[in-house]
């Protein structure tokens, strides 16, 4: 379980690990740097919400993993930077499964592809698949989302190729994502309770 933590504090996010949270999620750059240095307690960042290829060194100064990496530009950039750090960085692929517009990730039939291009580079480890249920009341509407998520993680499986994380199911919809097959789930409100409004 990853705990989603926007707009939460450094003190609510070392609660939280205190509580056994090993994984946090943030999404944004500039606010996982600002809050990062005040949390005490050791534990792995990973980036969430959209990369912008201009926030990719100071994205790799604060996350561990990048789990929205969607085009083979923004793994390119990732790439370099972390041969520059002499690292190496673990990525997964976000994928829009719901077809939303407004949703970043890869059209589900060109995500095998890009996993695989992604693979290819020799600074970056592409450790899963992460994807964003289509947004609804009834949890069920996102179920086929992540069926899809996990139809892809099967067809790169079918190349030769591992990858061991389906990153999927929020606090309204982790049930149904877990049944599919989730690995990962990213958890906010179901930890902290409604988040204040920004
Ligand atoms: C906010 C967020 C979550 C957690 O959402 P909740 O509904 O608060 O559980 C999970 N994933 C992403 C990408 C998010 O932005």
């Given at each position: ?9 450094s ?16 999404n944004r750059?500039?606010?996982a740097q ?6 005490t307690?050791?534990a ?22 990048i ?29 829009n ?79 149904a ?22």
């Amino acid at each position: 379980m990853i705990a989603a933590t926007k707009q939460r504090t450094s003190s609510e996010i070392d609660e939280a690990i205190r509580a056994g949270i090993a994984v946090v999620g943030e999404n944004r750059v500039q606010e996982a740097q600002e809050k990062k240095p005040s949390v005490t307690l050791p534990a792995s960042w990973h980036l969430i919400g959209h990369l912008q290829t201009n926030k990719v060194k100071r994205a790799l100064d604060v996350f561990d993993v990048i789990q929205s990496v969607d085009s083979l530009r923004l793994a390119i950039d990732i790439d370099q930077r972390a041969q520059a750090a002499g690292r190496k960085v673990d990525v997964m692929i976000e994928v829009n499964t719901s077809g939303e517009a407004s949703k970043s990730g890869v059209p589900p039939e060109s995500a095998c592809e890009l996993v695989l291009r992604v693979s290819a580079l020799p600074n970056v480890c592409v450790t899963g698949l992460m994807t964003i249920g289509l947004f609804a009341e009834d949890p069920d509407l996102g179920r086929p989302c992540f069926a899809r998520l996990r139809d892809v993680r099967d067809e790169v499986v079918r190349t030769g190729t591992s990858i061991a994380h389906l990153s999927m199911g929020m606090s309204h919809d982790f049930e149904a994502a877990i049944e599919e097959g989730s690995t990962m789930v990213r958890i906010g409100t179901g930890i902290f309770g409604p988040r204040p409004h920004a």
